[in-house]
């Protein structure tokens, strides 16, 4: 969180696809690799629990990323190089077709579309789409696991869960921003994308810091709100099978600020940040796999799952 000229958008046509090989996920996240621009219409139901955990471990340097490689931040170039190279292979082998923004020499952004298969079906015209986010890098001294590997597993795990649907009335993109710590380059830049490709915006979700739970709440602290998004996500929580409480801040040091400045409605997902449940680590050393409570994380996981399937199957 912070202190707390490429293709347009949206013609399927014009996306430039980074050819990145399919890879074969682990035994246990139950699902081979595939291609193509749209991934199939059923897929093998996941273990988010476990794609989670590997997600934060493979981020935060408490596995390695690549042979002989364990992060320490995902600040240094050669180190978000290695996160997004890692990110690609693993959203490719989950069926995605990747795409990335180069806004500036040392700042990109990683992306994929999952098409709205009403629109395609009935030939009504161009799709709403949904925008759901979270930045991968981390501060200098850092590795990042809450701030924000936990973001960046959880935007995985719902790409994941909402690509299962057979029909889908609102395409997704899902994003994996760069340089949020360093003034929400990142968003900004993609926020001006969408904006000058004239991309039809019905909302943009974005999650900074999912795993602290101290008090076992599960509470979840929702940021400037768009109207409709407290309704939405109150919907989904009362959906699920234990209760969350949703807290409204007014907390605006995130991503989900560059998409609200140009006129987009957005909605900031975080732990309780503003209510004094949140990491003692953020932008430290301490911020590490081990301090993650991923129950937590993974109930949150289930909030969002549950929220963005009724706005991708057609819901306001």
């Known amino acids: 969180m912070l202190g707390r000229t490429e293709t347009r958008l949206p013609n399927k046509n014009s996306f430039r ?12 996240l139950g699902a081979a690799a ?38 320490v931040n995902r600040f240094t170039p050669e180190n978000k190089q290695a996160a997004r190279d890692w990110l690609a292979r693993l959203w490719t082998g989950l069926g995605f077709q990747v795409q990335k923004q ?34 991968y890098d981390s501060a200098r001294n850092t590795p990042g696991a809450n701030d924000n590997a936990t973001g960046t597993a959880l935007v995985t795990a719902v790409a994941a869960e909402l690509a299962r649907l057979p029909r889908r009335a609102r395409a997704v993109i899902f994003i994996l921003f760069d340089e949020e710590e360093r ?17 039809k915006v019905h909302s943009v979700h974005t999650v900074d810091q999912m795993g602290w739970d101290k008090d076992g709440d599960r509470a979840v ?60 680590f953020i932008h430290k050393p301490g911020d590490t796999f081990e301090t993650i409570d991923f129950a937590f994380l993974r109930s949150t996981t289930g909030l969002a799952v549950a929220a963005l399937k009724a706005l991708v199957t057609g819901g306001r």
């Open 17 to 28: 696809r980074v050819r990145i090989p399919a890879v074969i996920l682990a035994a246990a």
């Open 34 to 71: 595939c291609s193509g621009a749209r991934p199939p219409a059923q897929k093998p139901a996941l273990d988010i629990g476990t794609l989670e955990r590997e997600i934060v471990a493979k981020l935060s340097g408490a596995e390695e990323i690549r042979p002989g490689l364990k992060l």
């Open 102 to 135: 180069d806004y500036s020499a040392e700042g990109q952004n990683l992306y994929a579309v999952l098409p709205a298969t009403v629109a395609q079906e009935t030939g009504s015209g161009a799709a709403e789409y949904l925008i759901v986010g979270a930045h």
């Open 183 to 199: 003034g929400l380059r990142g968003s900004r830049a993609f926020a001006q994308k969408i904006k000058d490709d004239g991309l």
């Open 221 to 280: 602290e929702l940021e400037l709100p768009y109207d409709g998004a407290l309704a939405l996500y109150e919907a989904a929580a009362k959906s699920l099978a234990a209760p969350m409480p949703l807290l409204v801040t007014k907390e605006a040091g995130s991503d989900h600020s560059a998409f609200r400045r140009l006129g987009f409605p957005a909605v900031g997902l975080t732990e309780e940040y503003r209510n004094k449940d949140t990491t003692p």
